[in-house]
């Protein structure tokens, strides 16, 4: 049973978030749901580049939104040197430093890891970037579709002879700003041991790489023999395993073992599509995909619905599911009963949803986050806890060191 008292398992540790769009901003999203006092820096006027960005209400960003929920907000023009000590003061209190910025900009304005680690040793400073702070590329900027296009994982989608879909979810932005909280609670855990803090390099290339599960490792202990192709709706090295139509609408099968294929052709052909000797293992079913593959998709076809369908397999015992819609996805009660749609109060909103993080523990409760913070909403409370006065906050604001949104 959860404990809604239990304390989160990140509380006491203080995070900048000096990132933008969504690797960097994703990453301290978690660490903030964990517990950690997560600081959104931004740059006045615009702030996060996120802020623009889609879906737009009231001139409010639920992209931003979903990103930046439970944290605390505060604008600087790091071209004072007014807003520069300040973020050095408070690089010297916190345990972890995010940005995503091309690597050696922050060094221009002494927000370097060199400078902010000698500053305070115990700091943790992630960066995140296209291509990491080493080797040939590591200057050159990059998105996500960059790192998800040079990573052959575009390569191996959609149809042959035609050009790659985009995949319309942010891989390699999610994937790193995933893998990118996993080093920083190592670096932690290490740091309880060393005393020190460290540089975590990470690349949405690098991950965007590692994710491979078959493809590269195919060709490499191939010695490049195996080339993997686009396949479509299809994947013929794992007969049966893809996308099929019911009149009605899409569904996936996945019948890929010799004892769900069995399954699979008792259903759709009886005893004899189950004796068949072409379809027996694997490697057959393989060698004749294209034949199970034609049986598969009449029996689809031939359903009265694609609901029919996906309960004729259930009672069989064949996975398979429903290609859902957007529209199903928010109203499936599946997502309802994991929590996975927040429900938050927003100051100019009102009630606003989004999309939760999967984190579910048996003794804690994460509870809802607050609302992403509006453009430098915690400023002075930021500002007063480092130590500076009501004046000298006075004085930044008048300066512009310190913007605050009048939204």
Same mark, same amino acid.
């Given at each position: 049973?959860? *404990? ?12 900048? #978030? +000096? ?21 959104? =820096?931004?740059?006045?006027?615009? &702030?996060?580049?996120?802020? @623009? ?38 690089? @010297? ?26 500053? *305070? ?22 998105? &996500?579709?960059? @790192? ?8 191996? =989608? ?16 999610? +994937? ?64 049966? +395993? ?15 073992? #010799? ?16 004796? #068949? ?39 069989? &015992? !064949? ?12 109203? #499936?009660?599946? !997502? ?13 909103? &009102? ?18 986050? !607050? ?31 310190? +913007?605050?949104?009048?939204?």
């Amino acid at each position: 049973m959860t *404990n809604p008292t239990a304390p989160l398992p990140l509380q006491g540790i203080k995070v900048i #978030d +000096y990132s933008h769009f969504l690797a960097g901003p994703f990453l301290s999203r978690q660490l903030a749901a964990l517990g950690a006092d997560v600081i959104k =820096v931004e740059r006045p006027r615009a &702030g996060d580049a996120g802020r @623009a960005s889609p879906t737009q209400r009231e001139g409010v960003s639920g992209y931003f939104l979903q990103q930046n929920m439970g944290k605390r907000g505060l604008c600087l023009d790091l071209r004072q040197p007014q807003a520069v000590e300040l973020m050095k003061r408070l690089a @010297a209190t916190a345990d972890v430093f995010v940005e995503n910025y091309r690597p050696g900009a922050l060094k221009k304005l002494g927000l370097g890891y060199e400078e902010l680690s000698e500053l *305070n040793p115990r700091l943790i400073y992630a960066s995140v970037s296209a291509f990491g702070h080493s080797g040939p590329l590591s200057e050159r900027p990059g998105f &996500g579709l960059i @790192a998800e296009a040079m990573s052959g994982a575009m390569s191996i =989608v959609g149809t042959e002879g035609a050009p790659p879909p985009l995949f319309r979810m942010p891989l390699a932005d999610m +994937y790193t700003g995933s893998h990118g909280a996993t080093a920083v609670l190592a670096a932690i855990i290490s740091r309880m041991q060393t005393g020190r803090g460290q540089h975590v390099d990470l690349a949405l290339y690098d991950c965007m790489v590692s994710m491979h599960d078959y493809a590269l490792q195919g060709y490499l202990m191939s010695d490049g023999a195996e080339m993997p192709k686009r396949t479509g709706d299809n994947l013929p090295d794992s007969t049966v +395993y893809g996308c099929f139509s019911a009149p009605d609408g899409d569904l996936v099968i996945a019948a890929q073992v #010799d004892d769900t294929w069995l399954k699979l052709a008792h259903l759709i052909g009886g005893e004899a599509l189950a004796a #068949d000797v072409r379809f027996h293992g694997a490697a057959n079913r393989n060698d004749h995909n294209a034949e199970a593959i034609v049986l598969v998709r009449a029996w689809c076809a031939a359903q009265s619905s694609r609901a029919a369908a996906l309960a004729a397999l259930d009672a069989a &015992g !064949v996975p398979a599911a429903p290609i859902q819609t957007i529209a199903e996805v928010a109203n #499936d009660p599946q !997502v309802a009963a994991r929590n996975m749609v927040l429900e938050q109060d927003h100051p100019k909103l &009102g009630k606003v949803k989004v999309p939760n993080l999967p984190f579910k523990f048996s003794g804690l409760d994460l509870g809802t986050p !607050v609302a992403a913070p509006g453009l430098g909403e915690h400023n002075r409370d930021l500002a007063l806890e480092l130590g500076f006065s009501d004046a000298e906050v006075d004085a930044m604001l008048e300066s512009g060191a310190l +913007y605050t949104s009048a939204d």
